[in-house]
């Protein structure tokens, strides 16, 4: 079984600053790994994924994010944040092996202050 | 276009009602799934299924029921013996098997209010 934490319930930044959305997870077999991205009253939208490969995934928006198998972390960054920004972000982990079940964290609601 | 359609967007029922929320793909997805979401609980799987005629409880099965009759539709049922059905339920679908064609696509959302 997989689980994930997401360590900040809540990040506040100002606009044009850097931002790191932190997400750790537990496994006992190698997964994928997925960051998503939600705007108040929408589904969710895929920001990227971890698959294999290089450990530095670039997604959409200006987004990156890096795998650390021995951290079991997959960190979410931006350089540079706008206010369209603004929205709850998910990290979600699966097993390579077996059923597609996603496990989510908790999420993470980005503020952007002007 | 191609995509994940849910139906309706608000929904209101009376305590002790059954509803039924509607999930249609166009994606020639083989594999479905129904999730709940509260604040700060992320999403839960409610159950999926990964072919048509087939489908599994997920993590909070209890008070719900779904069918999947054709590759397309993949409807959840709230019943009356769901404690607490107030929540954001959303759904998505995938193409299963390794690789990058596994990623979860999801739907809208469908906010149910029980009154």
């Known amino acids: 079984a997989q689980s994930v934490t997401q360590l900040d319930s809540q990040v506040p930044v100002f606009e044009e600053a850097p931002v790191e959305l932190r997400c750790n997870y537990s496994s006992s077999v190698s997964v994928y790994l997925f960051w998503y991205v939600q705007y108040p009253n929408q589904g969710l939208q895929l920001l990227l994924k971890y698959l294999s490969g290089s450990t530095l995934v670039k997604g959409i928006n200006g987004f990156e994010a890096e795998f650390n198998k021995s951290q079991t972390s997959f960190h979410l960054r931006k350089p540079s944040v706008h206010i369209s920004d603004t929205a709850e972000y998910f990290c979600a982990v699966r097993g390579i092996q077996g059923a597609q079940k996603l496990v989510f964290g908790q999420g993470t609601r980005l503020t952007i202050n002007p | ?115």
């Open chain 2, 1 to 115: 276009d191609g995509g994940i359609t849910q139906s309706p967007k608000y929904l209101f029922r009376k305590e002790g009602q059954n509803v039924t929320l509607s999930c249609e793909q166009n994606l020639n997805h083989d594999a479905m799934y129904w999730y709940r979401q509260d604040p700060g609980q992320g999403l839960r799987l409610i159950y999926y299924s990964q072919i048509v005629n087939d489908f599994q409880k997920g993590d909070i099965a209890e008070g719900y029921s779904v069918s999947r009759e054709k590759k397309e539709s993949f409807p959840l049922t709230v019943t009356s013996a769901q404690k607490n059905p107030t929540a954001f339920y959303l759904c998505a679908s995938s193409f299963p098997g390794q690789g990058t064609s596994d990623t979860q696509y999801f739907g809208p959302g469908t906010r149910l209010t029980v009154l």
